[in-house]
């Protein structure tokens, strides 16, 4: 459901309903089956939450559902923030921009290691030396292990999956270079074209590391690298997305090669089309064990 609405989202249509939501969603077209899908996905979200509600041992919370339940029940006779509605909104949240963007990072990078065997050899030359075969990869790893970051950031450069941001709102009168725009007026911080700016990335169509490597092959910061946005609203799961991303592969790596079913040039390593969001070809690969 969420590969659809994103793929709606990347369409013409979707960004005119993104614009136009509150005309659009009473006229017939492809956009009432994505209110259809939406509609599932809290329904999913419903059922989840009561499943939970069902079985909660308040001294034991299980996750983050059981811990927003046990605040509720804390909270139940105040003016609270902690209720149904948001629980229901906030556990989709996690779902659709936490867990959803994670794994279309993943499921491009695989695409991009496959691509380029090369980068993927570095990858676990890295993992061999510095974590070995003997222990499962830990966050505080990543330390010691630039090229392995340096990939992982050229990943999320590459596949720029939220090229136009979240759109913003103006909160007071702005003139900005000559342009004035009114209080109230919807934004959006277009942070792909960063992403994309020669002058900070010479190489910008090629998936090239190095592109966050030194000279000495540690890492280095670029201030066009804007995956999570920026501003004081920039992606509040910043951190956590760092975290599983560099989990998730080093993991995967440390037990598994990945082998393309065909010739390397066969590959389409380039998602498409340029919206608000992009989508990455389908493709077929085998996990073949270390």
């Known amino acids: 459901m969420i590969d659809e609405m994103n793929i709606f989202a990347a369409s013409a249509t979707g960004q005119l309903y993104d614009m136009f939501?509150?005309?659009?969603?009473?006229?017939?077209?492809?956009q009432q089956q994505i209110i259809k899908v939406t509609q599932k996905l809290e329904d999913f979200m419903i059922e989840k939450v009561r499943q939970n509600h069902s079985t909660l041992d308040p001294n034991s919370p299980r996750n983050f559902i059981d811990s927003f339940l046990i605040r509720?029940?804390?909270?139940?006779?105040?003016?609270?923030?902690?209720?149904?509605?948001?629980?229901?909104?906030?556990?989709?949240?996690?779902?659709?921009?936490?867990?959803?963007?994670?794994s279309s990072t993943l499921y491009h990078g695989f695409l991009l290691l496959m691509k380029h065997p090369d980068v993927e050899a570095k990858v676990h030359e890295e993992i061999e030396r510095v974590i070995?075969?003997?222990?499962?990869?830990?966050?505080?790893?990543?330390?010691?292990?630039?090229?392995?970051q340096a990939v992982i950031n050229e990943i999320q450069r590459?596949?720029?999956?939220?090229?136009?941001?979240?759109?913003?709102r103006i909160i007071k009168n702005t003139t900005f270079r000559g342009f004035f725009l009114p209080?109230?007026?919807?934004?959006?911080?277009?942070i792909g074209s960063l992403m994309t700016e020669p002058k900070f990335f010479p190489n910008h169509k090629d998936f090239n590391p190095q592109h966050f490597l030194d000279d000495k092959g540690q890492l280095?910061?670029?201030?066009?690298?804007?995956?999570?946005?920026?501003?004081?609203?920039?992606?509040?799961?910043?951190?956590?997305a760092k975290?599983?991303?560099?989990?998730?592969?080093?993991?995967?790596?440390?037990?598994?090669?990945?082998?393309?079913?065909?010739?390397?040039?066969?590959?389409?390593?380039?998602?498409?089309?340029?919206?608000?969001?992009?989508?990455?070809?389908?493709?077929?690969?085998?996990?073949?064990?270390?």
């Open 243 to 290: 975290m599983e991303l560099f989990l998730l592969l080093t993991t995967i790596l440390q037990n598994f090669r990945f082998k393309f079913p065909m010739n390397l040039e066969d590959i389409n390593e380039y998602p498409s089309p340029i919206g608000f969001t992009r989508i990455i070809p389908n493709y077929t690969m085998s996990f073949m064990p270390i």
């Open 132 to 148: 070995g075969r003997n222990r499962q990869p830990q966050y505080e790893d990543h330390m010691k292990m630039p090229y392995t």
């Open 220 to 240: 280095k910061k670029n201030a066009a690298f804007l995956p999570f946005s920026i501003g004081k609203r920039f992606c509040l799961g910043d951190s956590l």
């Open 21 to 30: 939501h509150s005309v659009m969603k009473y006229l017939p077209g492809p």
């Open 72 to 102: 509720m029940q804390e909270e139940k006779y105040v003016n609270s923030e902690f209720h149904m509605n948001n629980l229901v909104m906030s556990s989709l949240g996690l779902l659709f921009a936490g867990t959803g963007s994670v």
């Open 183 to 190: 209080k109230g007026t919807d934004v959006f911080p277009i």
């Open 158 to 168: 590459f596949s720029n999956l939220a090229p136009l941001g979240i759109p913003r």
